[in-house]
T-cell receptor, first 110, second 114 residues
């Protein structure tokens, strides 16, 4: 079967660093996406990992371990506007579909 | 003009009404998608169109009828909906068969069925 596991909610303080973990089980694997979604808005693309290792993009970094079925999103220098849901979405299967979970709701406090 | 535009942003309809949701993408992509997002549920893929041809229909009830007249426009025709169809309907587009196939989303239509 296909399964994604992320914490439901996290809170952190402005200026801090937070790591959002994601474990997944899929039939076939082509890569993994992270999206950000503010309440009532569209998901927006953050990162895509195909190979093992860390990809850094400004304040956001994403890590992938294919053998462990594990990824994390690292957010540095947190800002209030980072309060949102973060969706881990493996790109899986022969039909190359995105598998969506419920995401992690991150609250940033002043 | 943003990459993927959806209209209307909000829609309230009765169960006997017929309405249509519209999506337009300005990114030159060849694939378009309809998703349903309900509270406390993951994004549900409804339909996929690739080069105007429907390539995916995820057991969606026939009261939802998609139409893709060209690779830039996608419609979702709604008729005799049920209250449980109330949700955020998201359109996305991507360039299929490239390495990343990043999906870009519109802002969505918030649908309420009374």
């Amino acid at each position: 079967g296909q399964n994604i596991d992320q914490p439901t909610e996290m809170t952190a303080t402005e200026g801090a660093i937070v790591q959002i973990n994601c474990t997944y089980q899929t039939s076939g694997f082509n890569g993994l996406f992270w999206y950000q979604q503010h309440a009532g808005e569209a998901p927006t693309f953050l990162s895509y990992n195909v190979l093992d290792g860390l990809e850094e993009k400004g304040r956001f970094s994403s890590f992938l371990s294919r053998s462990k079925g594990y990824s994390y999103l690292l957010l540095k220098e947190l800002q209030m506007k980072d309060s949102a849901s973060y969706l881990c979405a493996p790109y899986a299967g022969n039909n190359r579909k995105l598998i969506w979970g419920l995401g992690t709701s991150l609250g940033v406090n002043p | 003009e943003t990459g993927v535009t959806q209209t209307p942003r909000h829609l309230v309809m009765g169960m006997t009404n017929k309405k249509s949701l519209k999506c337009e993408q300005h990114l030159g992509h060849n694939a378009m998608y309809w998703y349903k997002q309900s509270a406390k549920k993951p994004l549900e893929l409804m339909f996929v169109y690739n080069f105007k041809e429907q390539t995916e229909n995820n057991s969606v009830p026939s009261r939802f009828s998609p139409e893709c007249p060209n690779s830039s426009h996608l419609f979702l025709h709604l008729h005799t909906l049920q209250p449980e169809d109330s949700a955020l309907y998201l359109c996305a587009s991507s360039q299929e068969w490239t390495g990343e196939n990043i999906q870009y989303f519109g802002a969505g239509t918030r649908l309420s069925v009374l």
